[in-house]
C-alpha cells in the first residue's frame, strides 16, 4: 500500500488559517490593553494635571496678546513708548486705553535689548509682547534716542491703519479720556511739533554746514505727534540722521557736577553742547521744508523753570519729577490751563486751538514718578472713563 501523501493545497490551507488565528490574537490582545487603560487611574496625575494647566496658560497668554479684531476703516494713533524697562506708570495708562471701545489705537515700546513685556513684568493687558524686537542700548543725549525713535516710527508704520505717531515717555501721564485725547489729535492735519529757532551759542555744530545751514538749526521738545507723511520722512532720512551722528553729541559734565556750591569750570562749556532729540526730527523737517505743515508746540508739559528752586534735584538738564506730594489738583488744574505757549527767542506766541477753537495746549503731562501717576489715577471715579481729576 503506497503511503498518503498530503497535496500541496492541503498545506496552503493550513498555513492560512495559522496566519488567520496570529491576527485574531493580536486584535484580541489590543482591544485587551485599550480596555485596561480606559478603566484604570493615570499613572501620574500630577504630571498629567500641570501638563494641562501649562496648555491652559499658553493657551490664555496667547489670547491676551492677540489685539481685538478692528472695525474696518478706524485710523488709528500709535503711542510709542520710550522705556528703560519696565513702565512704571503702566496701571494709569491701562486705565486710559480702556476707555476705547473702537480699537483706535495701537502700542509699540522700545526698551532695553532682550526685556519683554509679559504678565510677569506688566501689569497691563494692553502692553503685552508689544516691544520691538530690534531695540538698541539708549543713552541719555546721545544719538541712540533718535535712532529708538526711528526704530519705533518703522515698526508703526507697518500698520497701514496707524495715522497719528505719539512719542510718550515711560513717566508721561494722560490729562484726558481716550475720547477727547484721540479727537483733538485726528481733529487736526498737522503735526505737534515743539520748533524754534535755536540761537544760543554752543548748540549747532559749524562742521554741519553746509549739508545742514544754521537757518535750519531748531530746537525742541522730543515729545512729538507726527502725522503720517512726516513719519515717513524720519524714517526714510539718509542725510541729516549722519551729521548729527558725527556733530551733535552732548557736553561731557565734570564729576562734580551736582555739587551745586562748585561752578563748572570754564573749558568744561568751549564743546559744543547738542543733545539730538531735542534737535533732530525739528531740524529735519525744517531742512525738508515741511514747516508750514506744523503746529509748532508740544502736546506734552514738561516743567523746566525751576532754576530757584532749592531741592537740586529739581536743577540742571532734565525738567522736574513730580513725586507723590506734587500730584495735586492744583498742579493738574495749572497745566490743564494753559492755553498759550510763549517762544522768546522767534518773539512768538502760539495760542492754543483743536479743530478751530480754543483748546488746552497740553494732552500729556511728565515726569511723574509711579507713586505720583498712581495717586492720580485713585482720584478717578471708576464711574467715568478716564480723565486724571476732569
Known amino acids: 500500500m503506497k503511503p498518503r501523501r498530503f497535496g500541496y493545497g492541503y498545506g496552503r490551507g493550513r498555513r492560512a488559517a495559522a496566519l488567520l488565528l496570529l491576527l485574531l490574537c493580536l486584535c484580541l490582545s489590543s482591544l485587551f490593553l485599550l480596555l485596561l487603560h480606559g478603566s484604570s487611574a493615570p499613572l501620574d496625575p500630577a504630571a498629567d494635571e500641570k501638563a494641562a494647566a501649562a496648555g491652559a496658560r499658553v493657551a490664555e497668554a496667547q489670547a491676551e496678546v492677540e489685539e481685538a479684531p478692528l472695525p474696518p476703516g478706524n485710523s488709528k494713533v500709535a503711542f510709542l513708548f520710550i522705556a528703560r524697562n519696565r513702565l512704571p506708570l ?3 495708562w491701562d486705565a486710559f486705553f480702556r476707555g476705547d471701545k473702537e480699537g483706535r489705537f495701537s502700542i509699540l515700546v522700545h526698551s532695553r535689548p532682550g526685556f519683554v513685556l509679559t504678565r510677569a513684568t506688566t501689569r497691563s493687558r494692553f502692553f503685552y509682547n508689544r516691544q520691538v524686537n530690534d531695540s538698541i542700548q539708549v543713552d541719555w543725549g546721545e544719538a541712540s534716542m533718535i535712532t529708538a525713535e ?42 505737534f511739533v515743539d520748533s524754534f529757532a535755536d540761537t544760543k551759542a554752543g548748540r549747532y555744530n559749524p562742521r554741519m554746514d553746509p549739508v545742514i545751514p544754521v537757518e535750519n538749526w531748531r530746537k525742541g521738545s522730543q515729545w512729538a505727534v507726527l502725522i503720517k507723511k512726516h513719519a515717513e520722512v524720519v524714517v526714510d532720512d539718509e542725510v541729516v540722521l549722519p551729521e548729527f551722528q558725527k556733530h551733535c553729541r552732548r557736553r561731557p559734565l565734570p564729576e562734580f557736577w551736582r555739587d551745586w556750591d562748585r561752578p563748572i569750570p570754564a573749558e568744561a562749556w568751549k564743546a559744543h553742547n547738542c543733545i539730538p532729540d531735542e534737535h533732530y526730527v525739528q531740524t529735519l523737517l525744517a531742512q525738508s521744508g515741511l514747516e508750514e505743515e506744523l503746529t509748532r508746540r508740544s502736546v506734552t508739559h514738561s516743567a523746566w523753570d525751576l532754576s530757584a528752586s532749592k531741592d537740586r534735584e529739581r536743577r540742571g538738564w532734565h525738567p522736574v519729577t513730580y513725586k507723590v506730594s506734587d500730584a495735586t489738583p492744583r498742579l493738574i488744574k495749572s497745566i490743564k490751563d494753559i492755553d498759550n505757549i510763549y517762544y522768546e ?4 506766541r502760539e495760542w492754543c486751538t483743536s479743530n478751530g477753537k480754543p483748546a488746552p495746549c497740553f494732552l500729556f503731562a511728565r515726569k511723574f514718578t509711579r507713586g505720583a501717576g498712581l495717586k492720580l489715577l485713585d482720584s478717578v471715579s471708576p464711574c467715568h472713563s478716564f480723565s486724571v481729576l476732569a
Open 90 to 92: 503702566e496701571l494709569v
Open 345 to 348: 527767542t522767534e518773539n512768538r
Open 150 to 191: 526711528r526704530i519705533l516710527l518703522s515698526h508703526a508704520l507697518k500698520d497701514p491703519l496707524n495715522d497719528r505717531f505719539v512719542f510718550v515717555s515711560d513717566s508721561c501721564v494722560p490729562l484726558y479720556n481716550f475720547s477727547y485725547t484721540y479727537d483733538y489729535i485726528m481733529s487736526s492735519s498737522t503735526s
